[in-house]
């Protein structure tokens, strides 16, 4: 028998001890009403994440940022203490102390204490204090109350400080105790003390913090956000006067772009029949090589999953483009345009008002509404297309890269098979084979360049060593579909050649009963080219051969980055020659010669710029003799499959390269590469 449907406010759940006695009485007794904040921290998954404390410290950033929104605020400041506690202060209008007019109770202890109660509910009567606001489940700061063990409020108001302490998860409430003057200062600052036990892990994810607060402040031209940290390290601040335009010209400094970044905001009129007054958006678009930045928000709350405000945009931003095609006549005949032809390589900004948000669940990380898709798309749709023909180079710049996409698409619309002749896969013309069918012991050399390949062919064991000269970069095969990746001719040969299919990570064993070559060994470069080869093909092998890789057949070659020549001494020590993998062993091979006695100035130190300047006996002997050659096998580390998936999906995922810069702004200073 199911409850799910009753009401919340008379939620009933049949106890332990009456679901363990098999013949137990089904009776009044049996049912428990949750009162209070009991219910959220007898089911805090209902109301929040439970992976971190992060969402209920978004509750009170967002009533921070809502009186922003309201034109009252000027400055947040977050502060992470040392004991894991959390404050947020800001220069609003503070939260309201006195009695309420029915509960007879502080307003501020209502907030903290009683779901669903807020100033953001009086929406039709003009007297909402948040025309515009994201908190509007109604569950709000009583949800962090609820799940921390202790919450102190400061409020500036009226000339007073105002002081109430919630503590034992909101049960105790303190008297509201007047304090010290304050003078004309006014303003909210609340502690909260997030209870570990409601969370996979009691540590808040600084990055996705500091994501959050400098989205408020680009959401908020004018308003200052500063992120404070007592364990030390400089504080953060973040401001952006230029507000949207200035947040994806920064997120895409670095990379070409095809236009100018587009702003524009449209909010509907006192007499607009359609929307409510203030309903509209604020956007910022721009198109680049790649997409550099996609993010969304609804009255100032990040929406992680998009929703129907993206899908708005992206329809606007279509028949907008769509129409200055036509109207120049620039779409070639046979071609007919798609919407993610348009907005594919489109990076945007969004930031829509809407009166009465409806999210899915409680975390709001993605708009439900149904309004929102004609709202976004009506407010956006006219500004842009006047703006695309008043900039006429930057609309066709706009509608080439469409074209070209549309073409792309419709070139590989249809799925594409491995090429076959007698129902035979043809092995591709430029691999030279080993002799060996003993696939144990066989070895398929992937090699960087035409110039490498030959090289390697002369220096190879043809009885069990292939090589299959790659030309050019791989195709980043992250987010390829697995039936579109024969398309690209170098993943089509590689496949063919060790003669396995693409899979899944789940797929039997039995897809590799066909593979050829017991090692599939990567040689690229030993510079930052031959690095990133090297990671397009791990791609290619984590995403679509992961087999290959569980069942230990992929190996990355390490050739040697310096020559020693070490000239003969004597009849007991004849000429010789070292090879040194990087810096570290040079300078260990330079230390070791000079302990035998020889002279630094007569060793030669030559630095290959790549497999190509090698003859074959040199590549034979650092790279591809199993005797004397360094090969590391690529192996998935036991326990971090959650984290090797989530490294991929930021290095390699198109819509990360927000993520990318960020993490590169972080980790960067670890990098030793030669540029």
């Given at each position: 028998?199911?409850?799910?449907?009753?009401?919340?406010?008379?939620?009933?759940?049949?106890?332990?001890?009456?679901?363990?006695?098999?013949?137990?009485?089904?009776?009044?007794?049996?049912?428990?009403?949750?009162?209070?904040?009991?219910?959220?921290?007898?089911?805090?998954?209902?109301?929040?994440?439970?992976?971190?404390?992060?969402?209920?410290?978004?509750?009170?950033?967002?009533?921070?940022?809502?009186?922003?929104?309201?034109?009252?605020?000027?400055?947040?400041?977050?502060?992470?203490?040392?004991?894991?506690?959390?404050?947020?202060?800001?220069?609003?209008?503070?939260?309201?102390?006195?009695?309420?007019?029915?509960?007879?109770?502080?307003?501020?202890?209502?907030?903290?204490?009683?779901?669903?109660?807020?100033?953001?509910?009086?929406?039709?009567?003009?007297?909402?204090?948040?025309?515009?606001?994201?908190?509007?489940?109604?569950?709000?700061?009583?949800?962090?109350?609820?799940?921390?063990?202790?919450?102190?409020?400061?409020?500036?108001?009226?000339?007073?400080?105002?002081?109430?302490?919630?503590?034992?998860?909101?049960?105790?409430?303190?008297?509201?105790?007047?304090?010290?003057?304050?003078?004309?200062?006014?303003?909210?600052?609340?502690?909260?003390?997030?209870?570990?036990?409601?969370?996979?892990?009691?540590?808040?994810?600084?990055?996705?913090?500091?994501?959050?607060?400098?989205?408020?402040?680009?959401?908020?031209?004018?308003?200052?956000?500063?992120?404070?940290?007592?364990?030390?390290?400089?504080?953060?601040?973040?401001?952006?006067?230029?507000?949207?335009?200035?947040?994806?010209?920064?997120?895409?400094?670095?990379?070409?772009?095809?236009?100018?970044?587009?702003?524009?905001?449209?909010?509907?009129?006192?007499?607009?029949?359609?929307?409510?007054?203030?309903?509209?958006?604020?956007?910022?678009?721009?198109?680049?090589?790649?997409?550099?930045?996609?993010?969304?928000?609804?009255?100032?709350?990040?929406?992680?999953?998009?929703?129907?405000?993206?899908?708005?945009?992206?329809?606007?931003?279509?028949?907008?483009?769509?129409?200055?095609?036509?109207?120049?006549?620039?779409?070639?005949?046979?071609?007919?345009?798609?919407?993610?032809?348009v907005c594919g390589r489109m990076s945007f900004i969004l930031s829509a008002r809407i009166l009465d948000p409806q999210f899915q669940g409680q975390v709001k990380e993605k708009l439900n509404s149904r309004e929102a898709v004609k709202l976004v798309s009506a407010m956006m749709r006219d500004p842009l297309e006047i703006w695309l023909n008043n900039h006429v180079d930057a609309g066709k710049a706009i509608?080439?890269?469409?074209?070209?996409?549309?073409?792309?698409?419709?070139?590989?619309?249809?799925?594409?098979?491995?090429?076959?002749?007698?129902?035979?896969?043809?092995?591709?013309?430029?691999?030279?084979?080993?002799?060996?069918?003993?696939?144990?012991?066989?070895?398929?050399?992937?090699?960087?360049?035409?110039?490498?390949?030959?090289?390697?062919?002369?220096?190879?064991?043809?009885?069990?060593?292939?090589?299959?000269?790659?030309?050019?970069?791989?195709?980043?095969?992250?987010?390829?579909?697995?039936?579109?990746?024969?398309?690209?001719?170098?993943?089509?040969?590689?496949?063919?050649?060790?003669?396995?299919?693409?899979?899944?990570?789940?797929?039997?064993?039995?897809?590799?009963?066909?593979?050829?070559?017991?090692?599939?060994?990567?040689?690229?470069?030993?510079?930052?080219?031959?690095?990133?080869?090297?990671?397009?093909?791990?791609?290619?092998?984590?995403?679509?051969?992961?087999?290959?890789?569980?069942?230990?057949h992929v190996y990355i070659a390490m050739p040697p980055l310096y020559r020693v020549d070490v000239p003969a001494s004597g009849k007991k020590r004849p000429a010789k020659r070292l090879y040194a993998l990087d810096e570290g062993e040079l300078e260990a091979i330079r230390d070791r010669l000079r302990k035998e006695g020889v002279n630094p100035d007569a060793v030669e130190i030559g630095r290959f710029k790549?497999?190509?300047?090698?003859?074959?006996?040199?590549?034979?002997?650092?790279?591809?003799?199993?005797?004397?050659?360094?090969?590391?096998?690529?192996?998935?580390?036991?326990?971090?499959?959650?984290?090797?998936?989530?490294?991929?999906?930021?290095?390699?995922?198109?819509?990360?390269?927000?993520?990318?810069?960020?993490?590169?702004?972080?980790?960067?200073?670890?990098?030793?590469?030669?540029?």
């Amino acid at each position: 028998m199911s409850h799910a449907g009753w009401h919340d406010a008379a939620r009933a759940s049949i106890t332990d001890e009456t679901m363990s006695k098999k013949n137990a009485a089904y009776d009044e007794s049996s049912f428990r009403v949750l009162k209070g904040l009991e219910p959220v921290r007898e089911r805090p998954g209902m109301y929040t994440r439970t992976d971190s404390p992060m969402h209920i410290v978004q509750e009170v950033i967002d009533n921070a940022a809502d009186e922003a929104l309201a034109g009252f605020a000027k400055n947040i400041h977050v502060t992470l203490h040392a004991d894991g506690s959390v404050t947020v202060a800001d220069d609003g209008r503070g939260i309201p102390v006195g009695p309420h007019p029915e509960e007879q109770v502080p307003v501020v202890v209502l907030a903290f204490t009683r779901l669903h109660a807020g100033g953001k509910f009086d929406k039709k009567s003009g007297q909402s204090a948040y025309a515009f606001s994201g908190g509007l489940h109604g569950v709000g700061v009583a949800v962090t109350n609820a799940l921390s063990t202790r919450v102190e409020v400061e409020v500036r108001r009226d000339g007073k400080v105002h002081h109430v302490v919630f503590s034992e998860n909101g049960e105790r409430t303190s008297d509201l105790r007047v304090g010290e003057a304050c003078g004309r200062q006014t303003g909210t600052r609340v502690r909260a003390w997030p209870d570990a036990k409601y969370f996979e892990s009691a540590k808040l994810p600084v990055a996705e913090l500091e994501r959050l607060l400098r989205s408020k402040a680009v959401l908020l031209p004018g308003l200052t956000v500063t992120l404070e940290t007592e364990q030390g390290g400089a504080a953060k601040t973040w401001r952006y006067p230029l507000g949207l335009q200035g947040y994806l010209e920064e997120a895409g400094a670095g990379v070409e772009a095809v236009c100018p970044v587009y702003t524009g905001e449209k909010y509907a009129a006192a007499d607009d029949e359609t929307f409510a007054e203030g309903e509209g958006a604020a956007w910022a678009l721009g198109w680049f090589v790649e997409p550099v930045c996609a993010e969304s928000y609804v009255n100032l709350i990040p929406t992680a999953l998009g929703g129907t405000h993206e899908s708005g945009l992206r329809a606007g931003v279509f028949e907008a483009v769509k129409s200055f095609i036509e109207h120049h006549a620039l779409l070639p005949r046979g071609i007919k345009l798609q919407q993610e032809d348009v907005c594919g390589r489109m990076s945007f900004i969004l930031s829509a008002r809407i009166l009465d948000p409806q999210f899915q669940g409680q975390v709001k990380e993605k708009l439900n509404s149904r309004e929102a898709v004609k709202l976004v798309s009506a407010m956006m749709r006219d500004p842009l297309e006047i703006w695309l023909n008043n900039h006429v180079d930057a609309g066709k710049a706009i509608a080439q890269l469409a074209i070209k996409q549309a073409e792309a698409r419709l070139r590989t619309a249809q799925k594409v098979e491995k090429r076959k002749s007698s129902g035979v896969a043809v092995l591709p013309g430029k691999l030279s084979d080993c002799e060996s069918e003993d696939t144990a012991d066989n070895e398929l050399f992937l090699v960087e360049g035409d110039s490498a390949g030959g090289s390697a062919k002369m220096a190879r064991n043809k009885e069990t060593q292939a090589i299959l000269p790659l030309r050019g970069k791989v195709l980043n095969a992250f987010e390829v579909d697995a039936d579109r990746l024969f398309a690209n001719a170098e993943i089509h040969d590689i496949a063919v050649a060790l003669g396995v299919d693409p899979h899944p990570a789940d797929a039997p064993d039995a897809v590799l009963d066909r593979l050829r070559y017991g090692k599939a060994v990567i040689m690229s470069d030993a510079d930052v080219d031959g690095a990133h080869i090297q990671t397009l093909l791990l791609t290619l092998f984590y995403r679509h051969f992961p087999k290959l890789i569980a069942r230990g057949h992929v190996y990355i070659a390490m050739p040697p980055l310096y020559r020693v020549d070490v000239p003969a001494s004597g009849k007991k020590r004849p000429a010789k020659r070292l090879y040194a993998l990087d810096e570290g062993e040079l300078e260990a091979i330079r230390d070791r010669l000079r302990k035998e006695g020889v002279n630094p100035d007569a060793v030669e130190i030559g630095r290959f710029k790549g497999l190509g300047e090698m003859n074959p006996e040199q590549l034979r002997e650092t790279t591809m003799d199993p005797a004397t050659r360094r090969v590391l096998p690529v192996v998935l580390r036991e326990g971090a499959e959650e984290e090797t998936k989530k490294m991929f999906t930021l290095l390699m995922a198109k819509g990360e390269s927000a993520g990318r810069r960020g993490w590169m702004e972080e980790k960067g200073n670890l990098v030793e590469a030669d540029v």
